[in-house]
Structure formats: structure tokens, C-alpha cells
């Protein structure tokens, strides 16, 4: 048993859930926590699925439901508290709801890391699904598909299709390590050189940042393009980057998240 009440993140998607339901035979009384948005931004929450599984699983469920404004005022604090550049928009959801499950719990388990071990992102679906689009002949890609994707509209309830779709072929041509790193970067390779000197460019072996990517995507590292990008979030994107910004957005209200190895603890 733990030493202290344990709660759980709950956003309704698989890992999360999953981890509620295992934990659920363990803790008389468990609570789960949600955080989405109000108003104009209603459109963009998951709280409807969190609330089937906290209402199917019997938990005391909490829910933080925010301003479509709400986290620009806390930019500053939260860059503070991360201690470092951070490019991940979800850290402020996580920083405000650390602070509301603090209020409640010391301990809380999220179901972070599931889609690196599970292999759960649309990029691997876009890895194989590059080899697909490959075989189209080249008219019917640039004439009509890329046309097509070109004139979609963005969607204003949530979805990113039109988005991913756009960054999808504008990369698929390209060497799959290179196709692979455009679908990740938050900014494209012009736009990391732009925010550089001359100077800074000249004194590194690796301005544009792609040094770990290639370490892992090179096509001297084999053929098997999915085994080398799972590893790859295996190993440096969960460690160094998912677990990093949650670990220290949630120790700011002196909470601590942890993910499947708590499983042991609570039982």
C-alpha cells in the first residue's frame, strides 16, 4: 500500500484509463483528475470520455475546466519553473493541473509513456503510410492530393487532420530520417537556422539540431525505420523530454506524477 493517497490523471484515453482501471482494486476511495476548457474552447476538450470511464470505474473524479485564455499569465512562472527553453504547449495544462490535484493528493499516476512503449503516435502510423503514398504515381500526389490537403480548413473543434495532413506530404518525398525529423520539430530547419548568428552556426557540429535523429534514423542503422524511431522515443524523447516537463511542472505544487512503476506501490 502507499504511505500516502494516490489519485490519477484521467484524460479518457487509453493509457490513462488503463492505468486508472489497474489501479482502481487497489484504492478504496480513488480520485481522478481532468482539465479542459470552457467556452469557445469547449471544443477542444476530452472531458466527456474521462468522465464515462471515472463514472464506469467508480471514482471520485475532479474536473479543472479553464478560460480559452487561461494559461498566458502563467507563461512566465512556468517557464521559470521548467528552468530551461520549453516548446511543449501541454506543460501549462499540466502545471495548472498539478496545482488543483495537489490540493487533494500528494502522489498521482498519468499515463504518460504509453504511446512511446505502445508505439500509439500518428507518426508511426505516418512511417509506414509514406511507403503507401510513395507508390502513388507523382501526378495523381502534387495535382490532386496535395491540392486537396492544400485547400482543407483548419478545424476549430479539436482536430488536427488538416494540420498533420499539410506537415505529412510537405516531408514525405524527402529521406525517411529527414521526413521523419520534420514531422517532430516544432519549427522547420529555416526557421532553427533563423534564430541562430553566424557565429553560433560556424562554432557547432550540429546547428540544426538533427544530430540525435540521424544518431538514430540513418539508414546505416538498418531498415527497419519503425524499430529505430520507437527506440529512439524510448530512450531520449520520453527520458528527456515527456517525463522532464511533467515531472517538474507537477513538483512545482510539490506533487509528485509517476507513471506504470507505481503499479507495485499501490498493491
Excluded at 493517497?5 to 480513488?30: C, K, Q, W
Excluded at 471514482?59 to 521559470?80: N, V
Excluded at 500509439?120 to 492530393?145: D, F, H, V, W
Excluded at 524510448?234 to 509517476?258: I, K
Amino acid at each position: 500500500k502507499a504511505d500516502v493517497e494516490v489519485g490519477a490523471f484521467l484524460s479518457g484515453g487509453i493509457d490513462s484509463s488503463v492505468m486508472v482501471a489497474l489501479m482502481r482494486p487497489h484504492v478504496e476511495r480513488l480520485q481522478t483528475f481532468s482539465v479542459g476548457y470552457g467556452g469557445a474552447a469547449a471544443g477542444f476538450n476530452e472531458l466527456l470520455y474521462a468522465r464515462r470511464v471515472a463514472r464506469d470505474l467508480g471514482t471520485d473524479h475532479h474536473e479543472l475546466i479553464l478560460g480559452a485564455g487561461a494559461q498566458l499569465d502563467l507563461l512566465p512562472t512556468i517557464l521559470w519553473h521548467y528552468d530551461e527553453p520549453n516548446g511543449e504547449p501541454t506543460s501549462t495544462l499540466v502545471y495548472q493541473l498539478s496545482e488543483f490535484t495537489s490540493r487533494r493528493v500528494k502522489v498521482a499516476v498519468s499515463g504518460t509513456g504509453g504511446d512511446e512503449i505502445f508505439a500509439g503516435y500518428p507518426r508511426y502510423r505516418a512511417i509506414a503510410l509514406r511507403e503507401r503514398y510513395l507508390r502513388l504515381p507523382r501526378p495523381i500526389r502534387k495535382q490532386i492530393i496535395e491540392r486537396l490537403i492544400a485547400m482543407w480548413p483548419e478545424s476549430t473543434r479539436g482536430s488536427r487532420f488538416a494540420r498533420r495532413a499539410r506537415r505529412f506530404i510537405s516531408a514525405a518525398d524527402l529521406p525517411i530520417e529527414t521526413a521523419y525529423g520534420s514531422w517532430v520539430s516544432l519549427l522547420s530547419r529555416p526557421q532553427r537556422r533563423d534564430l541562430l548568428t553566424d557565429a553560433v552556426v560556424q562554432s557547432t557540429h550540429d546547428p540544426d539540431g538533427d544530430r540525435v535523429l540521424l544518431e538514430y534514423l540513418g539508414a546505416e542503422h538498418g531498415s527497419d525505420v519503425f524499430a529505430r524511431a520507437t527506440a529512439l522515443d524510448v530512450e531520449q524523447y520520453l527520458p528527456e523530454y515527456q517525463l522532464t516537463y511533467v515531472d517538474r511542472m507537477s513538483m512545482a505544487h510539490g506533487l509528485e506524477v509517476r507513471g506504470k512503476h507505481v503499479e507495485r506501490q499501490i498493491g
